[in-house]
């Protein structure tokens, strides 16, 4: 079975601070995704990356950004945290090719920004 | 801005009744799509895919795709209390990966 953790479930922060969630995957899939889900908007794409060092905006990467120095592990980083961001935050990785591209969901992080 | 359109719900059934979830697209050249289930404070999780035109069955779960009509559908039977979730519309385009989320229907399976 495809297993995607990530470092939190629940992270509570104060505006201003420096904000790191960590996503690990163990099936060598060479794509990862970051998304925020928040209620009546649905889940949007942040930034995904298909390769090691390699990384592409979603469509709403302003106030974050990623870093991904191991194929297994994907980082979202929210460089000064805004109660904006205040949202659940889903990591998903993906073996590219064909018709296996389905995306493998961690369990999430809820994160307030206070 | 690729867009993916579901029936708004919350969608209430009857137990053993089908359910039918819908989904519109906008982009002409998608290829893949999806349906995720997510049950409440959980992260989705794939019931199903479908890449060719027509209807594909997996136990009580049948997807349907209409590529013309840019229409893919999912339908439930003999729907169970456990069905219970928002169900989740992706799509996917080009060569890039990426999915285009619906902002889910909320299912309710009354017993």
């Known amino acids: 079975d495809v297993k995607v953790t990530q470092s939190s479930r629940y992270l509570v922060k104060r505006t201003g601070e420096k904000v790191f969630l960590e996503c690990v995957q163990d099936?060598?899939?060479?794509?990862m995704f970051w998304y925020r889900q928040d209620p009546g908007l649905g889940l949007r794409l942040i930034y995904f990356s298909y390769d090691v060092k390699m990384k592409e905006k979603g469509d709403i990467p302003e106030g974050y950004s990623v870093s991904r120095e191991k194929k297994e592990r994907f980082s979202l980083i929210l460089e000064s945290a805004s109660t904006n961001q205040t949202s659940m935050y889903l990591c998903?990785?993906?073996?590219?090719?064909?018709?296996?591209?389905?995306?493998?969901f961690g369990p999430g992080t809820r994160l307030t920004v206070l | 801005q690729k867009e993916v359109e579901q029936n708004s719900g919350p969608l209430s059934v009857p137990e053993g009744a089908i359910a039918s979830l819908n989904c519109t697209y906008s982009d002409r050249g998608s290829q893949s799509f999806f349906w995720y289930r997510q049950y409440s404070g959980k992260s989705p999780e794939l019931i199903m895919s479908?890449?060719?035109?027509g209807d594909k069955e997996d136990g009580r779960f049948t997807a349907q795709l209409n590529k013309a009509s840019q229409y893919v559908s999912l339908l439930i039977r003999d729907s169970q209390p456990s069905d219970s979730a928002t169900y989740l519309c992706?799509?996917?385009?080009?060569?890039?990966?990426?999915?285009?989320f619906g902002k889910g229907t909320l299912l309710t399976v009354n017993p």
């Open positions: 479908i890449y060719s035109n």
């Open positions: 992706a799509v996917e385009g080009g060569s890039n990966y990426k999915l285009t």
């Open positions: 998903a990785s993906a073996e590219p090719g064909g018709r296996t591209d389905t995306q493998y």
């Open positions: 099936m060598d899939h060479e794509n």
